[in-house]
C-alpha cells in the first residue's frame, strides 16, 4: 500500500510529553529497573506513565531513589523513602522485602499510584525535566496539572531567552505547513534538466 497522507496531529504521536507539573496518577512502566549510582549505591530508577486527564499516556520518566546506607541517618531516611513509596501502591502492610530487586517486583505488582512532580534545574542542554517530589495513593480526582509549564530551554552562552530564538527554533518556524510546495522556489538559480549531469 502507498502512503495516502496525513494531517498532523499533536495527540497522535508517540511518546506523549508532560507538559505542566502538578499532580498524576500514574502506572509504573515495565522499564523501570534496579540500578548502582554513580556513588556505587543501589538505585530505583523508576518510569511511570498517566493514567488520566489530559496527559494520559504521557511518560514521567527517571525517578532514582537511592538506598544510601553510609550513616545511620541515611539509612532511616532511605527505609521511609523506600516504605513511602510502597504504600503508595498499595503493598500490603506487613510485607517483608528482602531485596531492593524484590521490592521493584513487588512496585511492578502493585503499580499504581499519584506522584507529586515539579521542574527540575536545566540540564546540560538547556532542558528542564520534571523531578518526582512525592509518591502518594491514587487520587479518586485523578491527575491534576497545576499550569506551571517548563521554564524555557537555556543554551549556555548563547544568551538564550523567551524573546531570542535560537537557530533550531527559527528554522522549524519557517517550516511550510505543506509539503507538496517546491522545497526549492525562491532558491535563487533555477537549473534546467539539460544541465544536469545524469
Known amino acids: 500500500m502507498a502512503f495516502k497522507g ?13 507538559e505542566e507539573a502538578g499532580t498524576y496518577n500514574v502506572r509504573l512502566l515495565p522499564t523501570s529497573e534496579l540500578k548502582t549510582a554513580s556513588t556505587g ?22 525517578d532514582n531513589v537511592v538506598y544510601d546506607d553510609t550513616t545511620q541517618e541515611k539509612e532511616e531516611a532511605s527505609i521511609k523513602r523506600l516504605n513511602t513509596l510502597l504504600v503508595a501502591a498499595g503493598v500490603p502492610v506487613g510485607t517483608q522485602i528482602k531485596t531492593l530487586q524484590i521490592l ?4 511492578k505488582k502493585y503499580n499504581k499510584m499519584n506522584v507529586t512532580v515539579e521542574w527540575g534545574e536545566p540540564n546540560t542542554k538547556g532542558y528542564s525535566n520534571l523531578n518526582v517530589i512525592s509518591h502518594n495513593t491514587t487520587d ?6 497545576n ?6 530551554r537555556q ?16 528554522a522549524a518556524a519557517n517550516l511550510p505547513k505543506h509539503f507538496d ?16 549531469p545524469f
Not at 45 to 57: S, T
Not at 140 to 145: I, L, V
Open 6 to 18: 496525513l494531517t498532523v496531529d499533536e495527540n497522535n504521536v508517540l511518546g506523549r510529553r508532560v
Open 41 to 62: 549505591k543501589e538505585m530505583l530508577v523508576l518510569d511511570y506513565e498517566v493514567l488520566d486527564g489530559k496527559y494520559a499516556g504521557g511518560q514521567i520518566r527517571y
Open 104 to 107: 521493584l517486583q513487588g512496585l
Open 140 to 145: 479518586p480526582e485523578g491527575s491534576k496539572p
Open 147 to 152: 499550569g506551571v509549564f517548563a521554564p524555557p
Open 155 to 170: 543554551q549556555a552562552g548563547m544568551g538564550y531567552s523567551a524573546g531570542n530564538q535560537s537557530a533550531v527554533d527559527q
Open 181 to 196: 510546495a517546491d522545497p526549492f522556489a525562491g532558491a535563487g538559480q533555477v537549473i534546467s534538466d539539460d544541465n544536469l
